[in-house]
């Protein structure tokens, strides 16, 4: 995994398929293609005092200079998660409601995190595993828009794609290495490397270069041949450091009790890292969220799981205090402020971006029908939803090789 999931492994792949194309084999070269998430993104605009879009563009230009053949922005795969996390948790709740035992169904844990997920496969397998959306994260749904979606329409094959991600952590290499998102037959990953905001500060040092000289460049977007009206880079209502709960919550109110403009204030319970919200209707709860950032957090969620003492519906775990904007390979403060305060300031850069409804991204509701064959199609659960395991299964694809 090291040395697979490394900035010199994907240097050497970027290397390696320039000099295919200047011997002319052009046709043995891969297809690169660079996705950037949002998180990094911010981390970086900080760090280069740059705006987002800016650094995206800059980021962009960059992974072209290296080699990269398309770089794009997560907006598609970040709407496919939310949409199947809505839409997998008022299954859930209705399933539950029906059932004899509810906490088969309920709570419903957020999937997007592989620390915490990996935590969860390995000390509370049985327990914990049925309460996990089987929504893929975003990153995982990127490598199935790339390589089956992308790869399709270009008449490519898996493995003639080389996929990059940027991403804020290094837990983000364990989840793209899982046998689940690999293609045994072809040996190729839908993410064959992840990079993060820090290994990408070290590369522009190692090269005595920085990100704000680097050359600005449109990022692609090989959806649809309809341009999206503003390619600026958006936001989801909610914190971006995690980010879904707000939006399962709204459309649970408004898709389970008809309420559509339910009270969205969370309260901090012991720690400002666990917070809850209520849903309340004559004195009953309707539903009860909570977001649990960092592992002191988690290891109470599940104790009280464990003694059947948890009433949520939903708990948005994230492994990281404060989440993903905070993450453990995001750049480290430079000005001597602490983590927190420089996660604040992320979060204000976050909270400054146009906010994107999902229901109302186009290009989304195209792919479901032109892509996925409709939204509960067979294909529909193979390209966005997962299976996980307890830790004896689980094995990681480490031996591939390019
Ligand atoms: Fe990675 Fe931390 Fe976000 Fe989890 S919370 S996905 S470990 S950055």
Redesign the pocket.
């Known amino acids: 995994l090291v040395t697979q999931q490394s900035q010199e492994e994907m240097i050497r792949v970027f290397e390696k398929n320039k000099q295919l194309h200047v011997d002319g084999k052009s046709d043995m070269a891969k297809l690169i293609v660079v996705s950037l998430s949002l ?1 990094p993104i911010l981390s970086l605009a900080v760090r280069y005092n740059l705006s987002p879009d800016e650094t995206a563009h800059k980021l962009s230009g960059y992974f072209r200079m290296l080699g990269a053949d398309l770089v794009l922005d997560m907006v598609v795969a970040d709407d496919f998660a939310l949409l199947e996390n809505q839409r997998e948790f008022v299954e859930r709740y209705r399933a539950a409601e029906e059932a004899a035992n509810s906490s088969e169904f309920l709570p419903m844990l957020a999937s ?5 997920v990996c935590y969860a496969e390995k000390t509370h397998g049985s327990l914990v595993i049925p309460h996990i959306a089987t929504t893929k ?1 975003p990153q995982q749904i990127m490598g199935s828009l790339i390589k089956d979606h992308l790869a399709r329409e270009l008449g490519r094959t898996p493995d003639s794609i080389y996929h990059v991600t940027l ?6 290499k364990l989840e793209a290495s899982r046998e689940d998102f690999t293609n045994q037959q072809l040996h190729t990953r839908d993410v064959d490397c992840v990079i993060t905001a820090i290994e990408l500060e070290q590369l522009l040092q190692r090269d005595n270069q920085s990100l704000a000289s680097m050359d600005s460049v449109q990022l692609d977007f090989p959806w649809s041949k309809t341009l999206p009206s503003n390619s600026a880079l958006v936001s989801h209502q909610g914190s971006g ?2 980010g879904y709960a707000d939006l399962i919550f709204l459309h649970a109110a408004r898709e389970l009790f008809g309420n559509s403009h339910p009270d969205l204030q969370y309260k901090s319970l012991r720690n400002p890292d666990f917070r809850e919200v209520i849903l309340e209707q004559d004195g009953r709860i309707l539903l009860r969220f909570a977001i649990a ?1 960092g592992f002191r957090n988690i290891q109470n969620l599940v104790q009280k799981m464990k003694r059947g003492k948890s009433s949520y519906h939903y708990v948005e775990v ?3 205090p404060s ?2 904007l ?5 750049v480290r403060p430079q000005d001597g402020s602490s983590p927190r305060e420089l996660t604040m300031r992320l979060e204000a850069v976050y909270e400054s971006l146009q906010k994107q409804v999902p229901e109302e991204n186009h290009t989304v509701q195209e792919l479901y029908s032109t892509w996925l064959e409709g939204a509960h199609s067979d294909k529909c659960v193979a390209m966005l939803h997962t299976k996980y395991h307890s830790v004896e299964k689980m094995t990681t694809a480490l031996n591939i090789k390019w």
């Open positions: 998180q997007s995190c592989p620390g915490w994260s991403m804020p952590c290094y837990d983000k450091s995690g950032n994230m492994a990281c989440g993903c905070n993450g453990g390979a995001q």
